[in-house]
């Protein structure tokens, strides 16, 4: 069966760091681009980031320089280093695999909650 | 960078047509992909590409798109559509990003 999923989340200072993993299973999560997706309580989609199959990564303006994505192929495990971390970071955090040829996110884990606060 | 705009809200009797739309520049390069999210749950694919539907989706799900503007039409909205709905693209403003609408919340009446 095809599977992610989320670990990591928890509550965290602001300033703080916090690594979150995504597991998949049914596939191999570095033959595909994988992406991570969150959601503030109670708001929308936002897209955080995507690491491509050859290895580069991007980010959204909001976490850039703060935020690492990363995976272990022998793990097929994907990351979300999330460092200096602020209020409006707190969201469920999805990871989410881009389907091959049109660039949908066709598999999406359970998510894992993140809040910053003091 | 991009963004895509949808309506708050959306309603619809039992057994109606319905179509959700979804508006960005982004969308005259890239097509739209929807997704449905109930409460508590992680959003599901159900339309991308021209007019695809995962395998497990109804066929009273389509896509369509025209333009600055893609729709979701659902043909026969059943009581376990009501949802939010998402739309999302590339981001065709130059970067290797993905923008979100900012979600439809359908009410099947």
């Known amino acids: 069966e095809v599977q992610l999923v989320e670990s990591g989340g928890g509550l965290i200072q602001p300033g703080g760091s916090l690594r979150l993993s995504c597991a998949a299973s049914?596939?191999?999560?570095?033959?595909?681009?994988m992406s991570w997706v969150r959601q503030a309580p109670g708001k929308g989609l936002e897209w955080v980031s995507v690491?491509?199959?050859?290895?580069?990564?991007y980010y959204a303006d909001s976490v850039k320089g703060r935020f690492t994505i990363s995976r272990d192929n022998s793990k097929n495990t994907l990351y979300l280093q999330m460092n200096s971390l602020r209020a409006e970071d707190t969201a469920v955090y999805y990871c989410?695999?881009?389907?091959?040829?049109?660039?949908?996110?066709?598999?999406w884990g359970q998510g894992t909650m993140v809040t910053v606060s003091s | 960078s991009s963004e895509l705009t949808q309506d708050p809200a959306v309603s619809v009797a039992l057994g109606q047509t319905v179509r959700i739309t979804c508006q960005g520049d982004?969308?005259?390069?890239?097509?739209a992909s929807w997704y449905q999210q109930k409460p508590g749950q992680a959003p599901v694919l159900v339309i991308y590409?021209?007019?695809n539907r995962p395998s497990g989706i109804p066929d009273r799900f389509s896509g369509s798109s025209s333009g600055n503007t893609a729709s979701l039409t659902i043909t026969g909205a059943q009581a376990e559509d009501e949802a939010d709905y998402y739309c999302?693209?590339?981001?065709?403003?130059?970067?290797?990003?993905?923008?979100f609408g900012g979600g439809t919340k359908l009410t099947v009446l």
């Open positions: 049914g596939f191999t999560v570095s033959s595909n681009y």
């Open positions: 590409g021209k007019n």
């Open positions: 690491i491509y199959s050859g290895g580069s990564t």
């Open positions: 982004s969308l005259r390069s890239y097509y």
């Open positions: 999302n693209s590339r981001d065709s403003s130059g970067n290797p990003n993905w923008v």
């Open positions: 989410a695999r881009v389907h091959t040829l049109q660039d949908a996110f066709d598999i």
